[in-house]
């Protein structure tokens, strides 16, 4: 081959060469960016928006649709969803795949600002960029401070001494807290019903007051100047002075018929450390920073500016991705430290020659140099992905040196001289090396078509396989011949019979093949009938999908949820109760509380000594027997020991109907008719639900409607807009609040009633609406006041909306899919109304779990392909593939015998393993056609070939193997990716590997010719 005989030619030069690579390769290390996750940019983003006190049909009319037709106007779009929720409201935007996601959202956030002012006040607005779930990872770095002051204070604090020195940092781009409490201003009117002053006096005064009006533009002279009138107003003492008009003419102070204060404003989140106030510091990075070199920077600063606190604020480290790097750069030297020595011991059983096992792990080291390389080249960074990859190729890498060294081994056994014993070997071995190594590489080619979410995150995965293999080819074929040539040039003594250091059991091994040569056909039944049985065992005995498994937590997790509408100090006082518990039990490390408005969080972390003692379990069992105390809240207790969950009702449902339409109400009638036509077709219906929703389970929802008489408004003179504006005061105060300017600092002004906190339905029906001319009625006498369950999610997609039909039926599964069916078919829908798929609503790695059969098959294509070319023959190929499906047999015994599932994650190691498992068996069958080219007999070559082959296969087989092996055990992983993965491939792998051995040659035997065993 040119390249080993040039290396040999000019060692010299290939020796820079090396030393030139190892040298490019620590400066590329040394500045390839680091972290946990890979920097992908996935074309999708979200739109989260959040407004309080608004019921899902709300949400969806006055924010979802309007976020909805602006994403449709993006350029590059593709597909729009939505759901609608209490509250909230999501808008999911999906571009195409090469579309220019930082300008997108720049473009996005500018359109967002222009339709803000139409929204609803007080809306949040959030843009997150995607991340699928299995891969969403912690924050780049995160701190707490915390202490027994206000959470203002601790936000002045922050920006003072953290804030301006953190982003001065090269790499930092936003920090952000959360947490934080503003200060609002009250205006609590005392009972409206002797009240000198109405409420929409006082509204009004107290909206004019600060104003700044331009009145007019005047010339002076030779300048134009303008006319502002400006109210200014210095302190919260000048506008309890502000006056207001009554009833009878007569005028009042603000602070006599009103009480004016300064109240905390509601936040989204409450956190707490040690039930102390705390805010949240969140730092986040550029995309090319380096992980590890920036959080260090950070943490010196924060362990700088830390001692220039207040005495009683201290800060604590939430979130550290660097952690996280660390832990997977720790599992990497394990697990390749264990790989390497396994493969040291296997290379020095064989070869009996430690000279020999070190120059071929020393070619580990330069394909992993020339890795590195390319992947700075290309900017691939380094995450748990590409870390991964490298871990799970050295005995791939490790694989083609193997090979080559043990040609050019078993030729200087015969006698020749070092240089030709090189050149000759390299020569022989060269094409089935390439060939095994594009094999194993092309499998990846269909990635290219996955639709999956998950694509963008495994591109570093296979990245970095790709460059190990190609890595390892161009050192197989230089560094192997050279340093064999030059450093390894000892006379080997073998004797004929003696040749690989077993003969024994070699002789008793060809003897074995020999006779499975002689019974052929008995041994092919035998092999069916073994992949039969091992189809069977994998179809009823091995699991398959996901497989819930209770996490080994050393700390007690509370998670409360309250119903929907709740308001976050309402939930803050249960999970303050939650706290005064805990607190009686002294013995924990920390308690950490998050807050949020329907929902509540507590972590108690445990000093290590505690974990194995009887405290954390006496404490969990104590919040079990409190959170039973309140009613109307789920709550959930986990860790040391089974979870406990409990509260909150819900409907889980045995049966789902989708209904898809474009208009709204009208799909909501026709689900309507559809489930009275259920209900009249079948007795075995229960209950039958037209407003559930996509989860497991879901609480009802209802709203009380008002519909008023509009008749009954007109003969008692009272205008409709006062009304609502009355019913608004009445129940939230958020409806009143606007911004004022006092003291140049802009505040919000909330103005309420001082009953309205407290304010009852009954109550409500009894409220007085006053007319124009002071004549007042109650509201029950002008309007209906109705409750009525409502949906509780609104989905759409591309602007169909979706509607969820949940019923029991009292039969089994079949007779109920069956029913189903029927009714289905036998019902007239709308034109441009259709029923859905309620499969399309699980999880998305079931979708992705389709498309690998169809990977499976085409990565077998691409291999029959490259084998065709290799042999230029159609059947060789197709002997050499007959290996694939035996492999499987190794596969089913080893998930049967682990007791693991077999989920999407183990399917891709199946296609890694189509082109593995094949490198073996070419290398044999390239043999087997090469010694009869030499002249031998069929049944010679082929026991010749397994003779001259068992040593290399066995090799490789075993440090492939074993290099896998460590990645069986319990990492740092967040997923079971990487292990069942390596599960697959091992299970695979064990199997062909006897199979190359036992099988492959009867299989050669068969279809080569009909030539007798002599």
Same mark, same amino acid.
């Given at each position: ?479 192997? %011949?050279?340093? #064999? ?5 000892? /006379? =080997?003594?073998? $004797?004929? *019979? @003696?040749?690989?250091?077993? +003969? &024994? ?57 309250? %119903?929907?509408? #709740? ?5 803050? /006082? =249960?999970?303050? $109760?939650? *706290? @005064?518990?805990?607190?009686? +039990? &002294? ?428």
């Amino acid at each position: 081959m040119f390249l080993a005989k040039l290396a040999l030619e000019r060692p010299i030069t290939f020796l820079m060469i090396y030393l030139t690579i190892v040298v490019i390769s620590v400066y590329a290390l040394l500045n390839i960016p680091l972290s946990l996750m890979p920097e992908t940019d996935y074309p999708k983003l979200d739109i989260v928006c959040s407004r309080h006190d608004l019921s899902p049909e709300e949400m969806e009319l006055n924010i979802t649709s309007r976020i909805e037709e602006l994403g449709n106007t993006i350029p590059g779009i593709i597909k729009v969803s939505s759901g609608s929720h209490t509250n909230y409201c999501y808008v999911s935007l999906e571009f195409n795949r090469d579309a220019d996601m930082d300008y997108i959202r720049f473009e996005v956030n500018e359109r967002l600002q222009l339709i803000k002012d139409d929204l609803p006040e007080n809306t949040y607005i959030r843009l997150n960029a995607y991340q699928p779930d299995e891969f969403k990872e912690t924050n780049f770095l995160s701190y707490g401070i915390f202490g027994a002051y206000e959470t203002k204070e601790l936000e002045e604090e922050a920006r003072k001494h953290f804030i301006p020195k953190i982003t001065a940092l090269e790499g930092v781009s936003d920090i952000y807290l959360e947490g934080t409490r503003e200060q609002n201003l009250s205006v609590v009117i005392k009972n409206s019903d002797i009240n000198p002053v109405s409420a929409n006096e006082i509204y009004r005064a107290v909206m004019q007051c600060g104003e700044r009006v331009s009145v007019n533009n005047f010339r002076d002279k030779e300048q134009v100047a303008v006319i502002m009138i400006k109210d200014v107003y210095d302190s919260v003492e000048d506008l309890k002075n502000l006056k207001v008009r009554g009833k009878d003419g007569k005028y009042f102070l603000l602070s006599e018929v009103a009480e004016v204060k300064t109240v905390p404003a509601p936040v989204s989140r409450i956190f707490r450390y040690n039930g102390e106030p705390m805010i949240r510091m969140t730092i986040k990075k550029d995309e090319l920073a380096n992980v590890l070199k920036l959080s260090k920077k950070i943490k010196k600063i924060i362990a700088r500016q830390k001692n220039l606190l207040p005495r009683k604020i201290k800060v604590i480290k939430i979130d550290d991705e660097s952690e996280g790097i660390n832990k997977e750069l720790k599992t990497l030297y394990q697990r390749s430290f264990f790989s390497v020595f396994i493969i040291f011991i296997v290379l020095f059983i064989f070869l009996r020659h430690s000279g020999s096992a070190i120059l071929i792990l020393s070619s580990i080291f330069f394909s992993a140099s020339l890795t590195f390389i390319f992947m700075y080249y290309f900017k691939t960074g380094l995450n748990m992905f590409s870390l991964a990859g490298l871990a799970l190729g050295f005995g791939m890498t490790v694989d083609n040196s193997i090979v080559v060294y043990e040609n050019i081994f078993r030729n200087r056994g015969r006698g020749l001289s070092a240089k030709e014993a090189s050149l000759t070997g390299i020569n022989e071995i060269a094409l089935p090396v390439f060939a095994s190594t594009l094999t194993t590489i092309i499998v990846f080619l269909p990635f290219i078509f996955y639709a999956g979410d998950l694509k963008l995150y495994f591109v570093p995965f296979i990245y970095s396989i790709v460059l190990s293999l190609l890595s390892s080819l161009f050192v197989a074929f230089t560094f192997i %011949p050279l340093v #064999s040539y030059k450093f390894l040039n000892f /006379k =080997i003594k073998i $004797r004929k *019979e @003696d040749e690989f250091h077993f +003969n &024994p059991n070699l002789n008793f091994f060809q003897k074995i093949v020999k006779l499975q040569i002689r019974f052929r056909w008995a041994w092919v039944v035998a092999v069916m009938l073994f992949l039969g049985y091992s189809i069977w065992i994998f179809i009823e005995k091995v699991d398959r999908g996901f497989t819930f498994k209770y996490p080994d937590d050393h700390f007690i997790a509370v998670n409360l949820t309250l %119903p929907a509408g #709740s308001e976050i100090d309402q939930t803050d /006082k =249960i999970a303050r $109760r939650f *706290e @005064d518990k805990i607190k009686q +039990n &002294p013995d924990y490390k920390s308690m950490k509380t998050s807050v949020g408005e329907t929902w509540a969080s507590i972590r108690v972390d445990w000093d290590e000594e505690l974990f194995d003692s009887y405290k954390p379990i006496i404490l969990r069992e104590k919040l079990k027997a409190f959170a039973v105390n309140f009613g109307g809240v789920s709550a959930s207790i986990s860790g040391f020991g089974p979870s406990f969950g409990g509260g909150l009702g819900g409907v889980s449902a045995s049966h789902k109907i989708i209904l898809k339409g474009y208009e709204f109400e009208q799909l909501k009638q026709s689900a309507n008719d559809f489930a009275a036509y259920l209900k009249r077709s079948s007795r075995r219906i229960r209950n039958l639900n037209t407003n559930a929703s996509l989860r497991w389970y879901s609480q009802k929802l209802y709203n009380y409607v008002v519909r008023f008489d509009r008749e009954k408004l007109k003969q008692a003179r009272i205008d409709i807009y006062g009304v609502i504006s009355s019913i608004k005061r009445k129940m939230n105060p958020d409806f009143t609040a606007f911004d004022k300017k006092i003291s140049d600092e802009e505040i919000k002004i909330k103005i309420s009633e001082s009953d309205f906190d407290d304010y009852s339905i009954g109550e409500l029906r009894n409220l007085i609406i006053y007319s124009n001319e002071g004549n007042g009625v109650k509201l029950s006498e002008v309007a209906s006041i109705t409750k009525e369950e409502v949906i509780s999610g609104i989905f759409r997609e591309e602007d169909l909306y979706t509607r969820i039909i949940s019923f029991d039926f009292r039969g089994s599964v079949k007779k109920a899919r069956k029913f189903i069916d029927k009714m289905k078919k036998s019902y007239p829908l709308p034109v441009g109304y259709y029923f859905g798929n309620e499969s399309e609503y699980w999880r998305n790695t079931e979708n992705d779990e389709k498309q690998l059969p169809v990977f499976l098959g085409f990565a077998v294509i691409l291999v029959y392909m490259v084998l065709a070319s290799l042999f230029e023959s159609f059947k060789y190929p197709f002997i050499i593939l007959l290996i694939l499906p035996l492999s499987f047999i190794g596969v089913s015994f080893i998930y049967f015998f682990t007791g693991e599932s077999f989920t999407g994650y183990a399917s891709f190691g199946l296609i890694l393993l189509s082109g593995i498992v094949v490198n073996n068996s070419i290398i044999m069958v390239f043999r087997m056609n090469r010694l009869r080219e030499e002249g031998l007999k069929l049944d010679e070559a082929v026991l010749q070939a397994t003779r001259d082959r068992f040593r290399p296969v066995a090799i490789t087989s075993l440090t492939t193997i074993l290099g896998l092996l460590p990645m069986l055990f319990k990492g740092s992983d967040k997923i079971d990716f990487w292990r069942l993965l390596a599960l697959s491939t091992i299970g695979g792998m064990l199997a062909s590997s006897f199979f190359v051995m036992t099988f492959l040659p009867i299989l050669y035997r068969i279809l080569s010719g009909k030539e007798q065993l002599n």
